[in-house]
């Protein structure tokens, strides 16, 4: 099993402040996929990066995928409170193949 | 936008007593997945399923578990004998084709044994 250790696992700021999570392994990954999940309720895909170096924008999200594939950051710019949630990072070796997923890290935006 | 159902959305069942969980993956996916999450704990995969077979399973997936694709839309995990330690949120995935890496997850099932 390819473990993905994500940091940190608990981040508490203020709206309108910059943050940057952090998704690690030891092993390569063909793909990383990083989710956002509220209580009670499936992940939700947020992006999925494949090309070591690769970095995706999506609003005020921006994920980089690591040179040799085995890590990956999400930063998030100006962080408001509907950013508040539990964001996942999962990967697989191939495509189709079963996703390991880190534990997660809990991001709460207060006002 | 195609979305990823899953019913019931809480099931609680008695310890021993056999439950089928359902799911309607999205209409022209053909890779479909069941994963758990314990409460407190990370999504772990359960199984894997395309062309109407188990294309892969985890140590957690044993003889109590089994999965079907009973017709064109639904795909069901049953646990035959439910113990305690089955309580936890079931998700389904499915994911559109062989060149795709995405898997889109559904709701969830809250099974709670008791």
């Known amino acids: 099993t390819q473990l993905l250790e994500q940091s940190p696992q608990f981040l508490s700021i203020q709206e309108g402040e910059n943050l940057t999570v952090y998704c690690n392994s030891s092993?390569?990954?063909?793909?990383l996929q990083w989710y956002r999940q509220e209580p009670g309720e499936g992940p939700v895909l947020l992006v999925t990066?494949?090309?070591?170096?690769e970095v995706k924008k999506l609003k005020r999200l921006t994920f980089q995928f690591g040179d040799a594939r085995k890590d990956s950051s999400l930063h998030i710019t100006a962080a408001q409170p509907g950013d508040t949630g539990l964001y996942l990072c999962a990967g697989a070796p191939n495509s189709g193949y079963a996703l390991n997923f880190g534990k997660g890290t809990s991001l709460l935006v207060t006002p | 936008e195609p979305e990823v159902t899953q019913t019931p959305s809480h099931q609680v069942t008695q310890m021993g007593q056999e439950v089928i969980l359902r799911c309607v993956p999205i209409s022209n996916h053909l890779y479909f997945y069941w994963y758990r999450q314990i409460l407190g704990q990370k999504v772990e995969f359960l199984v894997s399923f395309y062309n109407n077979e188990i294309s892969e399973k985890s140590e957690i997936f044993d003889d109590q578990f089994s999965v079907e694709r009973p017709d064109g839309s639904n795909f069901t995990l049953k646990i035959r004998s439910t113990k305690l330690e089955d309580s936890a949120m079931y998700f389904c995935?499915?994911?559109?084709?062989?060149?795709?890496?995405?898997?889109?997850f559904g709701p969830g099932t809250r099974l709670t044994v008791t």
């Open positions: 092993s390569v990954f063909s793909s």
């Open positions: 995935a499915s994911r559109v084709d062989s060149y795709a890496y995405e898997q889109y």
């Open positions: 990066v494949v090309t070591g170096g």
